[in-house]
């Protein structure tokens, strides 16, 4: 009898002891939420366990998932902290479009109470570009705007700021609802600078290309142009893609070197710095040849500039046969034709910003000290800024 009692008794402590250490495990297991409710749920006889029952290395693995979750959210934290030149896009109230260009739209805006441009770079929608390519893309607008944000100077456009994220960014639509906006694809970014309402150096060349530009207004567009560029060589930055669309003017017709879209640091080892990057027409004989290049690439595609800023006309009369002349340009050293009536003076800086050879052409703070030898009293050659007709030495305006 004796025996039969205990058996039981000691049958009914096992399934005792085995319904408590379910129970622990059953709360132990469970999620922190469920944890709480859990326990706010319990009697107070459910609240009492025997401690030399209860699984602490099923509580230590919790404790461990539990902190591993936590470091990953913080390491999460700080990939997606924002860099110090993001801004707030609550404060960006983009209005309309400027110019399209190959990755996308320039708005004209307000940021913060000032007149900005607002570039927002549109890489594809989800699934069309791949991983790799769109990493690609962002690495490139990093590159962009870490050059950007360290420039400060009066022939450069002033950087504002710029976003990883364009998901708070309002566009307004197409539709003739004032009210109505666009939100932009998820994989945009946009960078923020000054707005110069002057528009781009190309533009004012095509208004002024039968009237042509007065002599003193060639040389302080080209001397704006040169600043500029020598103020980015001195700071070891080679832009890459020097045109006249690629420059903009303000309110004062003061002109400033804008998108750093290809601009890098150059490199100490010129083989470093290779591939065909710039714009067929003012790209250097050695870039178009794919052979190393440095910050004298700069300075041919300055010369190009030179000439069209003096002749208000495209540097080469048919765009179409872009990869002949590019083959001229390199294999029969072709350049524009300097017109009769240029002065001696400047005809012979563009002749040495543009030679084949990149150690033979000056550097620009050397362009900059030729430029301001220039007499420009007596108007040389060219169109007091009263008159009105062309001078006869030019030939037939090309271009639009």
């Not at 934290?77 to 209005?95: A, N």
């Not at 607002?118 to 929608?125: A, I, M, P, R, T």
Request: charged content about 30%; overall charge neutral; glycine content about 8%.
């Amino acid at each position: 009898m004796e025996s039969s009692n205990g058996k039981e008794a000691e049958g009914a402590m096992k399934e005792e002891k085995s319904n408590t250490h379910q129970e622990v495990e059953t709360v132990s297991n469970a999620e922190e939420p469920k944890l709480g409710s859990k326990v706010g749920s319990m009697s107070n006889k459910e609240m009492y366990f025997r401690a030399d029952k209860i699984d602490f290395k099923s509580w230590d693995v919790q404790l461990e998932k539990h902190l591993s979750r936590a470091w990953s959210r913080d390491t999460e934290v700080q990939s997606t902290r924002k860099e110090e030149w993001e801004i707030d896009l609550g404060k960006l109230d983009i209005r309309h479009v400027i110019a399209y260009g190959t990755y996308g739209v320039v708005y004209r805006g307000n940021y913060d109470g000032q007149d900005v441009a607002v570039k927002v770079l549109d890489w594809g929608e989800d699934g069309i570009a791949t991983d790799a390519e769109t990493a690609a893309l962002r690495a490139s607008f990093k590159q962009e705007v870490a050059v950007w944000q360290k420039l400060d100077h009066p022939n450069v456009t002033k950087f504002v700021g710029a976003s990883m994220g364009t998901s708070n960014l309002k566009i307004p639509s197409k539709s003739s609802s004032s009210d109505s906006v666009n939100s932009p694809p998820s994989r945009a970014c946009c960078v923020v600078v000054e707005y110069l309402p002057g528009g781009t150096l190309k533009k004012f060349l095509i208004r002024n290309r039968r009237k042509k530009l007065a002599f003193k207004i060639v040389i302080q567009l080209s001397l704006d142009l040169s600043r500029g560029l020598s103020y980015l060589h001195s700071k070891k930055i080679v832009h890459r893609d020097v045109k006249t669309e690629n420059m903009l003017l303000d309110a004062t017709r003061t002109l400033k070197i804008a998108d750093f879209g290809v601009a890098r640091v150059e490199a100490q080892n010129p083989r470093d710095m290779t591939g065909e990057t710039g714009t067929l027409g003012y790209m250097a004989p050695e870039v178009l040849d794919g052979k190393p290049y440095n910050r004298k690439c700069d300075v041919y595609s300055f010369g190009i500039c030179l000439w069209e800023i003096y002749c208000c006309d495209m540097p080469y009369p048919d765009p179409s046969f872009a990869s002949e002349v590019s083959s001229a340009v390199v294999r029969q050293h072709l350049r524009p034709e300097i017109p009769r009536c240029c002065p001696s003076s400047l005809a012979s800086v563009m002749r040495k910003c543009w030679d084949a050879n990149p150690e033979k052409r000056p550097e620009m703070d050397e362009v900059v000290g030729l430029l301001e030898a220039i007499d420009t009293s007596k108007g040389g050659g060219m169109l007091p800024e009263d008159q009105s007709t062309g001078c006869l030495c030019f030939s037939p305006a090309r271009g639009p």
